[in-house]
T-cell receptor, first 114, second 114 residues
């Protein structure tokens, strides 16, 4: 079965400190993985995607993620948090059965304190 | 270029009623997917429409049905509403020929069932 597990439901950091949001996946096939961000009252926005090219993926707003097949992980990082990064983050697996079906993790709420 | 739009923004219904939610995809997109996001959870795939036909379906009962029109817009219908149907309903669109299958999400419709 294909699934995504986000290891932390809440993460709290101080502005200017690094961010780490953890994600593990389960897939029998070579996965396509995404990170989406959801700000209050706004739609989901794609941060970055991994589709079997480079294992270190750079996204928007300074975020990046590293695909590690041996650890079945796809953790999201950012060197320095900004107040505007406070939001809900979702790690997402594309179902390999086709048709772009997305499988979402439960989400990690990131709080950024001054 | 307008992104994905959804209407209405909010909706309040009572148990047993029926509801219709609407979605207009991003310009140039012909595939529409619907997701249900319960409070505190990640979105769950309901179904996907392409060429006016349901192409794939998640684990949702037949009370959930949809439609896609020739202009690619879509409706989600839910019959015999239950309290558990209260959620944010998200519409996502994508171009069929996208090389990486990114889906663009609308802001959602917040449905409350009393």
């Amino acid at each position: 079965a294909q699934s995504v597990t986000q290891l932390d439901s809440h993460v709290s950091v101080s502005e200017g400190t690094p961010v780490l949001l953890r994600c593990n996946y389960s897939s029998s096939y070579s996965p396509s993985l995404f990170w989406y961000v959801q700000h209050p009252n706004k739609g989901l926005q794609l941060l970055l995607k991994y589709t079997s090219a480079a294992t270190l993926v750079k996204g928007i707003n300074g975020f990046e993620a590293e695909f590690k097949k041996s650890e079945t992980s796809f953790h999201l990082t950012k060197p320095s948090a900004h107040m505007s990064d406070a939001a809900e983050y979702f790690c997402v697996l594309m179902f390999s059965g086709g048709y772009n079906k997305l499988i979402f993790g439960a989400g990690t709420r990131l709080a950024v304190h001054p | 270029d307008a992104g994905v739009t959804q209407s209405p923004t909010h909706l309040i219904k009572t148990r047993g009623q029926q509801v219709t939610l609407r979605c207009s995809p991003k310009s140039g997109h012909d595939t529409v997917s619907w997701y249900q996001q319960a409070l505190g959870q990640g979105p769950q795939f309901i179904f996907q429409y392409y060429e006016e036909e349901e192409r794939q379906r998640g684990n949702f009962p037949d009370r959930f049905s949809g439609h896609q029109f020739p202009n690619y817009s879509s409706e989600l219908n839910v019959n015999a509403l239950l309290l558990g149907d209260s959620a944010l309903y998200l519409c996502a669109s994508s171009p069929l020929q996208s090389s990486y299958n990114e889906q663009f999400f609308g802001p959602g419709t917040r449905l409350t069932v009393l």
